[in-house]
C-alpha cells in the first residue's frame, strides 16, 4: 500500500505517490469500524479460531494505532493537526 512506503508527507517517495496515497487514506478511513477501530483484512483460514480471536483483537490493536498515527501525520483526522 503507498502509505506503507510513504508513511508521511516528507517521506521520499510522497511526491512519486501523491495521488496513490491520498486515495489509499481515503481506502482506509473508509475502512475504519464503527467503533473507530481497523481490523485484520486476513484470517488463519478456520484454524484455532479460538486463539485468532485473541489474536485478531490484538491485531486490531495494532492496526489502529498505525492507521492512527498515518492519518494524524496526513491531517487526515477532523479537528486534529
Request: charged share 30%; hydrophobic share 40%; aromatic share 12%.
Amino acid at each position: 500500500m503507498p502509505i506503507q512506503v510513504a508513511d508521511r508527507p516528507g517521506s521520499a517517495f510522497f511526491e512519486v505517490l501523491r495521488d496513490n496515497v491520498s486515495e489509499n487514506l481515503d481506502y482506509e478511513i473508509s475502512m475504519q469500524q464503527e467503533d473507530g477501530s481497523w481490523m485484520p483484512t486476513w484470517s488463519w483460514g478456520g484454524k484455532h479460531p479460538d486463539v485468532w480471536e485473541k489474536a485478531k483483537l490484538e491485531w486490531a490493536g495494532v492496526l489502529t494505532v498505525d492507521r492512527l498515527i498515518t492519518l494524524k501525520r496526513y491531517e487526515r483526522i477532523k479537528g486534529m493537526v
